[in-house]
């Protein structure tokens, strides 16, 4: 594993135990990765019942709009009701502190409880 991988799985698992504890919910867990019908990274999130994918990015440069798209992908690959990106934000470490993207329309949906 490459020093890029392993900064990419430890950022991935620092926000998957993190959501865990802080959702107080145990199914929710980095997963491993599924070749071209990749789910995402983090599995177990639900938003009243509904599957949440999310991708975990941790990149010195950002490419927002490849990775709203790859989560997007990843969530119709999980049936998922919308993806998010959490993306690292320099010079802090804390999950709590890390940066979320999701499009206006999975905004609604969020705002909305999953209910359109």
């Known amino acids: 594993m490459s020093a890029q991988q392993r900064k990419g799985s430890t950022f991935e698992k620092s926000i998957a135990d993190y959501l865990a504890i802080q959702l107080q919910d145990d199914r929710i ?3 491993v990765t ?3 019908k990749d789910r995402g990274d983090i599995g177990g999130v639900r938003l009243n019942g509904h599957r949440v994918v999310i991708e975990c990015k941790n990149h010195n440069r950002l490419n927002l ?3 709203v798209d790859e989560a997007q992908t990843e969530a119709g690959n999980d049936d998922a009701i919308l993806g998010a990106v959490v993306h ?3 010079g802090t ?3 709590g502190e890390q940066y979320v993207t999701i499009t206006v329309d999975d905004l609604i949906t969020l705002l909305s409880g999953g209910v359109q």
């Open 93 to 95: 470490a804390q999950p």
């Open 29 to 31: 867990e980095r997963r």
């Open 34 to 36: 599924n070749g071209n």
């Open 88 to 90: 690292k934000r320099r």
């Open 65 to 67: 709009a490849g990775w």
